[in-house]
T-cell receptor, first 113, second 114 residues
Framework: DGGITQSPKYLFRKEGQNVTLSCEQN?????MYWYRQDPGQGLRLIYY???????QKGDIAEGYSVSREKKESFPLTVTSAQKNPTAFYLC????????????FGQGTRLTVV | AQSVTQLDSHVSVSEGTPVLLRCNYS??????LFWYVQHPNKGLQLLLK??????LVKGINGFEAEFKKSETSFHLTKPSAHMSDAAEYFC????????????FGRGTSLIVHP
């Protein structure tokens, strides 16, 4: 089945530790996105990529990093510089065009312990 | 830049009564508009989309939305709420001038009472 797979579903991070969230899609989509979700704030864009080996900062990129070495993969690293990382993280992908919807993974819940 | 305003953070209805979730958008370009639903700790599922064809759009689970350019609105409706409709709903805009990046509203939590 085609879709987007995020792993792990739950992740715990210690203070000062970097963690990486995985996002893989088999939809052959060019564009991929990472969003952060906090209660009452909707989804805020962290990073996006529209082609392989290229990515752009979103609205809240500080403390995060990404790579896009393969079309199907867009991992997100939450670095120790991100002071408030506890949140629900959603990965999405889409065809790079205006009239097509984004498809979402099931999310990763990150908690700082 | 484009933006989306969902006018209600929470909407409470009784089962069997109509649902109205309000969304206004701002964009300098012709928008594509979407409604998504999210159940707790889950990803987002597309309910319906507007892409410059018919202004009244029908989606899954009995939902529909009407694009009104003059009012810059894209409100979501359903004639009769079901308990399973209780969830978070997001209005989303995508425009060419914004590199087609989906821009989200803050969400509306739909509460359905028995």
């Amino acid at each position: 089945d085609g879709g987007i797979t995020q792993s792990p579903k739950y992740l715990f991070r210690k203070e000062g530790q970097n963690v990486t969230l995985s996002c893989e899609q088999n939809l052959n989509h060019d564009a991929m996105y990472w969003y952060r979700q906090d209660p009452g704030q909707g989804l805020r864009l962290i990073y996006y990529s529209q082609i392989v080996n290229d990515f752009q900062k979103g609205d809240i990129a500080e403390g995060y990093s990404v790579s896009r070495e393969k079309k199907e993969s867009f991992p997100l690293t939450v670095t120790s510089a991100q002071k408030n990382p506890t949140a629900f993280y959603l990965c999405a992908s889409s065809i790079f065009a205006g009239n097509t919807e984004a498809f979402f993974g099931q999310g990763t819940r990150l908690t700082v312990v | 830049a484009q933006s989306v305003t969902q006018l209600d953070s929470h909407v409470s209805v009784s089962e069997g009564t109509p649902v109205l979730l309000r969304c206004n958008y701002s964009s300098s370009y012709s928008p594509s508009l979407f409604w998504y639903v999210q159940h707790p700790n889950k990803g987002l599922q597309l309910l319906l989309k507007y892409t410059s064809a018919a202004t009244l759009v029908k989606g899954i689970n009995g939902f529909e939305a009407e694009f009104k350019k003059s009012e810059t609105s894209f409100h979501l409706t359903k004639p009769s709420a079901h308990m399973s409709d209780a969830a978070e709903y997001f209005c989303v805009v995508s425009v060419a001038g914004g590199s087609y990046i989906p821009t989200f509203g803050r969400g509306t939590s739909l509460i359905v009472h028995p």
